[in-house]
C-alpha cells in the first residue's frame, strides 16, 4: 500500500510543479508584453510640469480650468499608451471651462478597470455633469461603462473608437481620423460622428507614430484642435445638432 502512495505523490509533485512552472511563464510573458508600451513624448510632459491648475490623486491627474463648471469629463487612456500622453488634448478642453480627469490605468490597460468612472463620481460630488471619454481600447472600456451606467453620466466622447455596448448613440460623440479605416467599418449608427480628414489613429495623443497606423496627413495639434472643437460643441448643443458638419 505504501509503494502504491509513493508513486502517486510523487505524480502530484511532478504535475503541481508543472503548473507552477506554466504560470510563471505565462506571468513572466504578460509582465514582458505590459512593460512594452508606448511613452508620452516631451511636448505632453511639458504641460504636467506647468502645474497651473494640474493636480494629482492616487492614479487620477486633474485638469482644472481658471472658471470650472459643474461639467467633467473622466478620460480612459488607450491601451499601452503611457495617460500623461493625453495631456495636450485635455489640456485645451480644460480651457473650455470643463474639468478633465485623466485616469492612469493599471499595467496602462483601461480593460483592467473599467469601472474606474464609478470611483471618480463618488471622489467629486461638486460635479452634477459627467461625461466619460476615452481614446481606442480606453474608448470601447469607457463605451462598456456608460453602457452598464447609464443613470450616472450624461454622455460618451469616443476618439478612434466606436459605440461597444448598448448605449445611445444621440447621447454619444464619435471622433475619427479619416485614414483610421478600421474604426470607420465598425460604425454602424449615424448620430453625431466627426471624421477629421488627413487624421489618423495615434494623434489624439502625443506618443509618436503607432504600429500598423497610417502616417497623418495633418499634425497632431490640428487633429486636437478639431476634436477640441467637436467636444466643445457636442457639451453645448442639444441633441439635435448634426456634429457630422462641424470638422471640415
Not at 12 to 24: D, F, Q, R, T, Y
Not at 88 to 108: A, K
Amino acid at each position: 500500500m505504501k509503494a502504491n502512495q509513493m508513486p502517486r505523490r510523487k505524480k502530484w509533485l511532478v504535475a503541481g510543479g508543472a503548473v507552477l512552472l506554466i504560470l510563471a511563464i505565462l506571468a513572466g510573458a504578460f509582465l514582458w508584453y505590459v512593460s512594452d508600451y508606448y511613452r508620452a513624448e516631451d511636448v505632453a510632459l511639458e504641460v504636467l510640469a506647468q502645474d497651473n491648475g494640474i493636480s494629482q490623486r492616487d492614479n487620477l491627474t486633474i485638469l482644472s480650468p481658471t472658471a470650472p463648471t459643474d461639467t467633467a469629463i473622466i478620460f480612459y487612456p488607450g491601451a499601452k499608451v503611457e495617460a500623461e500622453a493625453y495631456l495636450p488634448l485635455l489640456d485645451q478642453i480644460r480651457q473650455t471651462g470643463v474639468t478633465c480627469i485623466l485616469v492612469h490605468m493599471p499595467f496602462n490597460m483601461a480593460i483592467f478597470d473599467a469601472n474606474a468612472a464609478e470611483e471618480v463620481i463618488a471622489q467629486f460630488p461638486e460635479f452634477q455633469h459627467w461625461y466619460v471619454a476615452g481614446h481606442s481600447m480606453g474608448g470601447a472600456m469607457a463605451s462598456k461603462f456608460a453602457s452598464d451606467h447609464p443613470d450616472q453620466v450624461d454622455g460618451l466622447i469616443l476618439m478612434g473608437a466606436y459605440i461597444y455596448g448598448n448605449y445611445p448613440d444621440e447621447k454619444a460623440l464619435t471622433i475619427y481620423g479619416s485614414l483610421n479605416q478600421s474604426v470607420e467599418d465598425h460604425i454602424d449608427y449615424t448620430e453625431n460622428i466627426v471624421e477629421i480628414e488627413g487624421g489618423n489613429h495615434a494623434q489624439f495623443g502625443n506618443y509618436g507614430p503607432q504600429k500598423g497606423d497610417l502616417p497623418a496627413a495633418i499634425s497632431a495639434e490640428e487633429q486636437q484642435a478639431q476634436t477640441v472643437a467637436a467636444i466643445e460643441a457636442f457639451l453645448s448643443t442639444d441633441d439635435s445638432q448634426d456634429y457630422s458638419t462641424l470638422v471640415p
